[in-house]
């Protein structure tokens, strides 16, 4: 199965700081996927990323996928306290419809 | 658009006993997941169902754990005998099939199980 590791584990910075999150596999990906958790509550669908080299932003986040399909990075600019929450990487290394795999997120608080 | 609709939103039972959640998926998605996604861990697929099929239930307990899609529409899962290991958030998602393009799943709020 896919395994893949997020880091940092945790995060604390003070608004208006950018800060990036990193999610690696050990295997080429064909989807990754980047979601956003409110703390006990479901999970929120942020960006898809498919092709090597291939970055997109929303807002103020901006997800990239490396050439070798197997590291994404999430970058947010000027973190607000809206920006916390746990995140979520998922992927699947398959071109065929399987349930994503997911990392064990990130906990990002954004302190005044 | 409706999301995907659970429930209970919480529910606390004793081990040994039993206990159903329900889902409602996006009208017109095709594909169903459950997922079981414990403190501190990421959301782990439990099943998954194309209609009322099931594609994926490699990782479900089957000796307590059951789910079943009648009609391809909303889905169950129970949990019998509960266990105190049980105890974590069941999240139903749910995801349109285009051919063999991947489509992101839409998640419901959950179903927070304490088992005591």
């Known amino acids: 199965s896919q395994e893949l590791e997020q880091s940092p584990q945790s995060l604390i910075v003070q608004e208006g700081k950018n800060l990036t999150i990193n999610c690696t596999s050990s295997?080429?990906?064909?989807?990754l996927y980047w979601y956003k958790q409110k703390y006990g509550e479901g999970l929120i669908f942020l960006m898809m990323?498919?092709?090597?080299?291939e970055e997109k932003s929303h807002e103020k986040i901006t997800a990239k996928l490396d050439e070798k399909k197997q590291q994404s990075s999430l970058h947010i600019t000027a973190s607000q306290p809206s920006h916390a929450g746990i995140y979520l990487c998922?992927?699947?290394?398959?071109?065929?419809?399987?349930?994503?795999?997911f990392g064990k997120g990130t906990s990002l608080l954004v302190t005044p | 658009e409706a999301g995907v609709a659970q429930s209970p939103r919480y529910k606390i039972i004793e081990k040994r006993q039993s206990v159903a959640f329900w889902c409602n998926p996006i009208?017109?998605?095709?594909?169903l997941y459950w997922y079981q996604q414990i403190l501190g861990q990421g959301p782990k697929l439990l099943i998954q169902?194309?209609?009322?099929?099931?594609?994926?239930d490699s990782q479900l307990p089957k000796d307590r754990f059951s789910a079943e899609r009648l009609k391809g529409v909303d889905s169950t899962l129970k949990i019998q005998p509960a266990k105190l290991e049980d105890s974590a958030v069941y999240l139903c998602?749910?995801?349109?099939?285009?051919?063999?393009?991947?489509?992101?799943?839409?998640f419901g709020q959950g179903t927070r199980l304490t088992v005591v």
């Open positions: 998922g992927a699947t290394p398959l071109n065929s419809g399987y349930a994503l795999n």
């Open positions: 295997k080429t990906l064909y989807g």
């Open positions: 990323l498919q092709k090597g080299g």
């Open positions: 998602a749910s995801s349109l099939v285009s051919g063999y393009m991947n489509t992101e799943a839409f």
């Open positions: 169902f194309q209609n009322n099929g099931v594609v994926d």
């Open positions: 009208s017109g998605h095709a594909t």
